[in-house]
Nanobody, 123 residues
Framework: QVQLVESGGGLVQPGGSLKLSCVTS????????MGWYRQAPGKERELVAS??????????NYAPSVKGRFTISRDDSKNTVDLQMKDLRPEDTGVYYC??????????????WGQGTQVTVAS
């Protein structure tokens, strides 16, 4: 079983910055990809950003609405993933969830989610 714990959420004014971090625990064989999703009130959960492992080229993928403002990074040695958010807007408000796809030694894939961290952008 893999556990994910997010941190770094909070209240920030429009134009401000926040950095979210996600740490993992439990037995991990391989993880690919890792990423962040968010869910605003009354809306579906959506992908914010994802990143593949170094062995897959550390390829990043961003939602169009955050491209150029958010930066995702990961540490493969620690299986952690961060999300640096700049120029935050009220529409970035929501609960942010860390996500990963775990690949076992038997090549079974499993999705894991963190409990979420609240990000509120308001003046």
């Amino acid at each position: 079983q893999v556990q994910l714990v997010e941190s770094g959420g909070g209240l920030v004014q429009p134009g401000g910055s926040l950095k979210l971090s996600c740490v993992t625990s439990g037995y991990i064989f391989k993880v690919n990809p890792m990423g962040w999703y968010r869910q605003a009130p009354g809306k579906e959960r959506e992908l914010v950003a994802s990143i593949t492992s170094l062995s897959f080229g550390s390829k990043t993928n961003y939602a169009p609405s955050v491209k150029g403002r958010f930066t995702i990074s990961r540490d493969d040695s620690k299986n952690t993933v961060d999300l640096q958010m700049k120029d935050l807007r009220p529409e970035d408000t929501g609960v942010y969830y860390c996500h990963l796809v775990h690949l076992s030694s038997f090549k079974a894939k499993s999705d894991y989610w963190g409990q979420g961290t609240q990000v509120t952008v308001a003046s």
